[in-house]
């Protein structure tokens, strides 16, 4: 079975600074992961994906993230935060194994930047 | 290009009464989703559907909740009796790519149920 974990619930950033996102996956296949942002009572919006290659993804808005097969990450990076980054951000993974494995999303972390 | 739509937004039923919900995915995605948020969780896919087929339902509690998607296009999700523990954000997605494929999901602004 798969399953994506993010084990912070909340993030605090400075603005200007660095942040990163976790997520952990785990999958019997090789994975397709994605980022989603949700901000407040809107739907789920995409952010980046990663299929194959370069383990290192650009997304929307200057975000990235980072595939490591060898520890089943693939963790949220933005090398200076905006406080209009404040938002709740998923992690979703889909088997590739299967042609019809479902996009199972992680729990959410709610990134907070302060001015 | 126009996004997902859903309707509508916001529903309060008292329990045990039905509440249908009705989403239109993008022009030409194939595959349409149907998730449960609830507050402070993550989305979790009820049913999915390929063109008018289901692909995955095995998370739609079959007893109250129904799902219909009849001519491969718009899409109706209807709870009848509806329970507290409904309460919740449902949102539909669609996909250009098919069932289990890389397409990431367009979701719409989701529609909030209340059941007091």
């Known amino acids: 079975a798969q399953s994506v974990a993010q084990p912070e619930d909340q993030v605090n950033v400075a603005e200007g600074n660095p942040l990163t996102v976790k997520c952990t996956y785990s999958?019997?296949?090789?994975?397709?992961l994605f980022w989603y942002v949700q901000y407040p009572n809107r739907g789920l919006q995409f952010l980046l994906k990663y299929i194959t290659g370069d383990n290192l993804v650009k997304g929307s808005y200057g975000f990235e993230a980072e595939f490591n097969k060898s520890q089943t990450s693939f963790h949220l990076k933005k090398p200076s935060a905006l406080v209009s980054d404040s938002a709740l951000y998923f992690c979703a993974v889909r088997d590739k194994s299967s042609s019809a494995s479902k996009i199972i999303f992680g729990s959410g972390t709610r990134l907070s930047i302060r001015p | 290009e126009a996004g997902v739509a859903q309707s509508p937004r916001y529903k309060i039923i008292e329990k045990r009464q039905s509440v249908a919900f009705w989403c239109n995915p993008i022009?030409?995605?194939?595959?349409l989703y149907w998730y449960q948020q609830i507050l402070g969780q993550g989305p979790k896919l009820l049913i999915q559907f390929q063109n008018n087929g289901v692909v995955d339902d095995s998370q739609l509690p079959k007893d109250r909740f129904s799902a219909e998607r009849l001519k491969g296009v718009d899409s109706t999700l209807k709870i009848q009796p509806a329970k507290l523990e409904d309460s919740a954000v449902y949102l539909c997605a669609s996909s250009f790519s098919g069932a289990g494929g890389a397409g990431e999901l367009f979701f719409g602004e989701g529609s909030r149920l209340t059941v007091l």
């Open positions: 022009s030409g995605h194939a595959t």
């Open positions: 999958v019997s296949g090789n994975p397709y």
